[in-house]
């Protein structure tokens, strides 16, 4: 039964509330007023991380998102959000994040605990240096590899069991440490079980000051059951937006907002004509959709292996002309 509501809700438990309420008081900036990035790349509607790190200051909030509607929520409750699988999210430079929440899906895959694969690869966002916040069932922490990976990569570990009041549903622990700069052979997580988290500020992590992503995508994609899900709503939204066309006005403005991507490949594809024009703007001429190649370097160090990928970055080039002249910039 947990696993079939796992599954259907793509493994999503929100953090409990008085959990939530209690670990916020644990983390504290290393110097104010120097900006701290943070990053929740399983983040639900976001709240949890708006809440966690509501004593940071200043901060700006990231979080990646599966689930499209859960993503659209997020947008609005964090600085930066996007829709798509952690594994795909393209997040550059690496090590660009000072706190790193995790609260993964409960299951396992292929012999092994999912949530140990999501902290596996979500590690790389993480500056040396910076939190560790893992939320996950306390059996996870019985497998002597799982405690020793922590150890390695990670010192200042502690672990609680969430606040009594919340515990028995899924009987979950956080996980807090400091992202060693290298990989030991040494260090561990003690076995559980652990103890109850009791009270705010029981233990002190400071988040420290990083430069934050130059880049932070997502790889948005529908799947077939958010086809069914959302085709009659849809359907009544295009019923209704034809029925508002007059004889005079055979245009059909979108039900939503294009994105950047949507745009560079109507301009490319000869949709738009090239040329916007408003009453802020004596005149803005498109002149084309680009794409610019990056290549990204990472390093697994347990395989010992090295992985190149070729990306490509979406963009828009335009002429703007206004009384000072004429100038063209990229829009990214």
């Not at 990204?296 to 009384?323: C, F, K, Q």
Request: hydrophobic fraction near 35%; glycine fraction near 8%; charge should be negative.
């Amino acid at each position: 039964m947990a696993r079939l509501e796992s599954n259907a809700k793509m493994g999503y438990y929100p953090t409990p509330q008085k959990t939530l309420e209690i670990i916020s008081t644990w983390i504290q900036t290393q110097k104010r007023y120097n900006m701290c990035h943070v990053l929740d790349p399983c983040a639900g509607t976001g709240e949890a991380l708006k809440k966690l790190v509501k004593q940071l200051y200043p901060v700006t909030t990231y979080g990646i998102e599966l689930d499209m509607e859960r993503a659209t929520d997020a947008q609005d409750c964090l600085s930066v959000a996007t829709q798509g699988s952690m594994f795909d999210a393209r997040v550059n430079p690496l090590g660009c994040m000072g706190l790193l929440y995790l609260n993964p899906p409960y299951e396992t895959e292929g012999g092994e605990r999912l949530e140990m694969k999501f902290l596996k690869h979500a590690i790389k966002w993480l500056a040396a240096g910076g939190v560790l916040m893992f939320l996950v069932p306390e059996f996870v922490f019985a497998e002597q590899n799982n405690r020793d990976w922590i150890g390695q990569h990670f010192y200042m570990l502690s672990a609680y069991r969430i606040h009594i009041d919340e515990f028995d549903k899924f009987k979950q622990v956080l996980v807090c440490g400091i992202k060693k700069a290298e990989r030991t052979e040494t260090g561990s997580l003690p076995p559980p079980p652990y103890p109850h988290m009791t009270c705010k500020y029981e233990a002190i992590y400071a988040v420290p000051a990083t430069a934050g992503p130059k880049v932070f995508q997502g790889t948005a994609a529908v799947t077939d059951e958010d086809v069914v899900k959302y085709m009659p709503t849809a359907l009544q939204t295009i019923s209704r937006e034809i029925g508002k066309l007059t004889v005079d006005d055979n245009r059909l403005s979108p039900i939503l907002k294009p994105r950047l991507g949507h745009l560079v490949s109507q301009i490319t594809g000869g949709a738009l004509d090239g040329e916007l024009s408003g009453n802020d703007m004596e005149n803005h001429i498109i002149v084309k959709g680009y794409s610019e190649r990056n290549i990204t370097v990472t390093v697994d160090e347990e395989a010992m292996r090295e992985t190149t990928r070729d990306t490509y970055a979406t963009g828009i080039r335009v002429i703007e002309y206004n009384s000072g002249g004429a100038y063209w910039y990229d829009v990214k």
